[in-house]
């Protein structure tokens, strides 16, 4: 379990909530940082458990997994994805920042450097075993 605020506990709890994913690739010609804007819509999953299956089971270890997909684009040309590292890490907004009502009070813009209050939970290292490399996308799936 990580520790988390008082603050995450509550907001955690409500029905509104805005994560954000913020992914590193370690490759051998550096670092790729993605966020949620780089991922194909609803394609990031993760999952990790302590059984393997229905059953208790003394001795066993179960490994976490994560799985998501990038659109392809010509800067992944010569990244070689097959046994790089990632580092995931899933934010939750906890309070945004104020509005600027440029226009007028029912049509607010958001201000660059809002100061959002966001709190990161690390979600895991992974070694990525399995990489499909399509026209538009790259799927991506790692295990720790």
């Known amino acids: 379990m990580y520790p988390v605020t008082d603050l995450y506990k509550s ?16 490759h051998s ?44 684009k010509p800067e992944y040309k010569d990244v070689d994805f ?10 939750l907004l906890l309070r945004e920042g104020a509005d600027a009502h440029f226009l007028q009070p029912s049509q607010p813009s958001k201000m660059l450097n809002n100061n959002d209050l966001w709190e990161d939970v690390p979600i895991g290292k992974f070694n990525i075993d399995d990489v499909n ?3 538009n996308t790259i799927e991506i799936k790692g295990i720790d």
């Open 29 to 72: 010609k550096g670092v790729l940082f993605l966020t949620d804007k780089d991922l194909v819509l609803g394609t990031l999953k993760f999952s990790e458990g302590t059984q393997t299956g229905e059953e208790f089971k003394m001795g066993g270890t179960v490994a976490s997994d994560i799985s998501f997909t990038i659109l392809n």
């Open 133 to 135: 490399k399509l026209r």
């Open 82 to 91: 097959m046994g790089a590292r990632i580092l995931g890490t899933i934010s």
């Open 11 to 26: 907001k955690i709890k409500e029905n509104n909530r805005i994560f954000e994913a913020n992914i590193q690739i370690q």
